[in-house]
């Protein structure tokens, strides 16, 4: 299983980037799907997540601006992310909870990580 975020660039203040996420693989079912966010010398923070029901929660920084929605059936994961804010600037790394996956001859369910793709806001 593999995750591969995409999206990411440089913009200013107020505009707006849209972030996807495909978890790629022979998968039977993801519990859950998130976006987490680290800036350089502060710890990875949650953004935003996504269980299987369609339920979000978000980041109190980022719930009135941010977006998160889910396509089960392309596996992928997606944040809109509006009003950006120098503040917002980091590496954006999404999540797969609980993946239901073959890993040799048994049935797996692990957590996987994305690469990361930069998100960086100027003033």
């Known amino acids: 299983v593999q995750l591969q975020a995409s999206g990411g660039g440089l913009v200013q203040a107020g505009d707006s980037l849209r972030l996807s996420c495909e978890a790629s693989?022979?998968?039977?079912?993801?519990?859950?799907m998130g976006w987490y966010r680290q800036a350089p010398g502060k710890q990875r923070e949650l953004v935003a997540f996504?269980?299987?029901?369609?339920?979000?929660h978000y980041g109190y920084l980022v719930e009135d601006r941010f977006t998160i929605s889910r396509d089960g059936a392309k596996n992928t994961v997606y944040l809109q992310m509006n009003s950006l804010k120098p503040e917002d600037t980091a590496v954006y790394y999404c999540?797969?909870?609980?993946?239901?996956?073959?890993?040799?001859?048994?049935?797996?369910?692990?957590?996987?990580w994305g690469q990361g793709t930069q998100v960086t806001v100027s003033s």
């Open positions: 996504i269980n299987s029901g369609g339920t979000a």
């Open positions: 999540n797969a909870e609980k993946v239901r996956a073959p890993i040799g001859q048994k049935v797996r369910e692990l957590d996987y």
């Open positions: 693989g022979i998968i039977f079912s993801i519990s859950g």
